[in-house]
């Protein structure tokens, strides 16, 4: 009984691998246009999202649907932030900071060293059949994830980010889905729209050696980012380093203060999302990113002074 339990566990596994690399084909490749909303919290936005190539370049546009119209787009290894009444930015990266959870760009075979991956069973979703596949987190420091995929295509149709107590944190969900053979005339425009050039954020090196450092952090994260930089709209260069496990990224940022500074010590949580700053010293340190308050306040406890 013991070898049938495994080998079916095995197979499970492989099922829910096959579906999450057929999600990764689909949203590269695939030409659609998608409506969805994301609801955090008390508050739920609505976006729509467009997809295709163009002479073998990806393009996406994220459109929210609510408030004065922000607007993301990609091309390629480019993402332009635009947003009326501010000047629009580009920075050099494939995926683009905003509602579309990170999973469903990570690496399988390398996430697999800190989730499990479970194929549950198959489901409903905005009128379409769907796959559901769990994505458990092995240990307490991160999240799990909930991924419908849409049975024909593989296409996202459904997201939800649950902590280790079952609590449903952040959903996304689509309400409507049109595959395409062509793209559309916005994936068409923007091939051809002039952006602004990428926008370096790091005056001198990516990989920045700092006079601090982090002490403990959870198994599997590793730091990708370290730099100095001013943040956009401030005087006040910080200290910067950014951590990942290939599907959770978050962000430390140090500040030396100044006499008469006044900061806010605390933490909060909209959603997922965990914010906590500490002042160590004569330093505020602050963390930003979808990690469990516990873990958060541990990894910020633990830094220091080289």
Known sequence: MATLFFSFSALANDDATTWLSKMKTALSEQQFEMSFVVVHGN???????????????????LTSLNGPGQQIVRRGDNVTYLQPEQLAYT????????????????????????????????SRVAGLPARLIRVIAKDNNRFNYWLWLHEESGLLLKSALINQQGEVLEQLQVSNLQIQSEPNELIAEVAKAELPE????????SHLVLDWSIGWMPEG?????????????????????????????????????????????????????????HQIGEYEVTLIGKIPPKTANQLLKSIYWN
């Open 43 to 61: 508050k739920a936005d609505p976006w729509r999202w467009y997809h295709g190539q163009i002479n073998g370049q990806e393009i996406e546009v």
């Open 91 to 122: 920075i050099q990266g494939n995926v683009p900071a905003g509602p579309i959870p990170e999973i469903i760009r990570s690496d399988i075979s390398k996430i697999s060293q800190w989730y499990d991956f479970h194929l549950v069973g198959k």
């Open 198 to 205: 990428p926008y370096n954020l790091v005056p001198s090196q």
């Open 221 to 277: 994260f590793a730091k990708v980012k370290s730099d100095q930089h001013y943040l956009l709209g401030q005087k006040e260069i910080v200290d910067y380093m950014m951590l990942t496990d290939g599907v959770v990224w978050f962000s430390v940022y140090v500040r030396r203060l100044n006499t008469g500074d006044k900061i806010t010590i605390g933490e909060f949580s909209s959603g997922a999302n965990h914010y906590a700053s």
